[in-house]
């Protein structure tokens, strides 16, 4: 496997917008696209993370309708707290882990 970083720019990421219940339960999970994401990123606060591939940002719910509107099939559900989340998605299906070698890269490393 290549050493080299892969998440420029956003690429061989998956992400997925995460339903949870009063009781810590998931109740919803709905896989976006990247497309979907870069309609959407600009309603998130991200700081450096500019891909939202450095853990799991909330979705506020002054934010369901213009999310909505950008994505049209996702109906959010009163009493649920909503997540959005990036993981790897690598085209062999593995987990990229630099070597300790490496210098410094350009962004996080998200998770499995």
């Known amino acids: 496997m290549t050493n080299d970083y892969p998440f420029v ?3 061989n990421l998956a992400w997925d917008l995460a339903g949870f ?3 810590d ?8 696209t ?4 870069i309609d959407v990123r600009h309603l998130f606060d991200l700081g450096d993370d500019e891909w939202m591939m450095g853990g799991e940002y909330p979705v506020a719910p002054d ?3 213009p999310m909505h509107a ?4 996702i109906d959010f559900q009163e009493g649920l707290e ?3 989340g990036a993981r ?21 490393i998200p998770p499995p």
């Open 9 to 11: 720019d956003g690429k």
């Open 21 to 23: 219940g009063a009781d």
């Open 25 to 32: 339960w998931l109740k919803v999970s709905i896989p976006l």
């Open 34 to 37: 990247r497309e979907q994401i």
């Open 63 to 65: 934010i369901w309708g």
């Open 70 to 73: 950008a994505l049209g099939s």
């Open 82 to 84: 909503y997540f959005l």
């Open 88 to 108: 790897q998605d690598l085209p062999d299906g593995q987990f990229w882990r630099p070597s300790p070698d490496t210098d410094p890269l350009p962004g996080p």
